[in-house]
């Protein structure tokens, strides 16, 4: 199963961009890149993703390595409704069913 | 339209028991997978279901089951519990599972406790 690497934690001011890194060296080909993020006591919701382009939409941007080993999610500026934990995960696109494998993720902190 | 519904929302059993937790998909989502959270573990990757099929299984005992209906509504089953059952349970619907391009939309989850 693609795995990704996210710090555990990190800190935002409000108001300032923040963006939170992960790794997935072992990505394939055909693999999409897609940010998740879960607000306390609530199930993950969608954030974005991406294959290979960099990616934009009205909640963030998706940073992609020309090497697709890393990627970047950017919040423009921080909100404390932005306070969650984010998740970068794998979704494969063989043909086949893949198992869906979450980190650890980075639990954002916004600072007022 | 309506998201993914879970329910029950919460729930108490005791060892021993057995309990069935029910997902219905958005509308028109033909893929439900379900996973279970817990602050050791983190979320886990139960099982998938497209179709009325178990399409892939996650590494969990065979007293973790599921079905998906016609409907496309799934429920899961988890028998002789114990008390590392205990977590959130959640379930999630896509459009289909086979393009990982697809998002998956999250129900709010089933919180279960075993005592």
């Known amino acids: 199963d693609a795995k990704t690497t996210q710090p555990n934690s990190m800190e935002s001011n409000e108001e300032e961009p923040v963006h939170l890194p992960c790794n997935h060296s072992t990505i394939s080909g055909t693999d999409y890149i897609h940010w998740y993020r879960q607000l306390p006591s609530q199930g993950p919701e969608y954030v974005i993703h991406?294959?290979?382009s960099n990616v934009n939409n009205r909640m963030a941007s998706l940073a992609i390595a020309e090497d697709r080993k890393s990627s970047t999610l950017i919040l423009h500026r921080a909100t404390l409704r932005d306070a969650a934990v984010y998740y970068c995960?794998?979704?494969?696109?063989?043909?086949?069913?893949?198992?869906?494998?979450f980190g650890t993720g980075t639990k954002l902190q916004v600072i007022p | 339209k309506a998201g993914v519904t879970q329910t029950p929302r919460y729930l108490i059993k005791t060892r021993g028991q057995q309990v069935t937790l029910s997902c219905s998909p958005i509308?028109?989502?033909?893929?439900v997978s379900w996973y279970q959270q817990t602050p050791g573990q983190g979320l886990q990757f139960l099982f998938e279901?497209?179709?009325?099929?178990?399409?892939n299984k996650g590494n969990f005992p065979g007293r973790f089951s599921g079905r998906q209906f016609s409907n496309s509504r799934s429920e899961m089953n988890v028998s002789t519990l114990e008390l590392g059952d205990s977590a959130l349970y959640l379930c999630?619907?896509?459009?289909?599972?086979?393009?990982?391009?697809?998002?998956?939309?999250f129900g709010a989850g089933s919180r279960l406790t075993v005592l």
């Open positions: 991406g294959l290979t």
């Open positions: 279901y497209f179709s009325e099929t178990q399409r």
């Open positions: 995960i794998l979704r494969g696109n063989s043909g086949g069913y893949q198992k869906v494998t």
């Open positions: 509308s028109g989502h033909r893929s």
């Open positions: 999630a619907s896509s459009v289909r599972s086979t393009s990982g391009a697809n998002v998956l939309t």
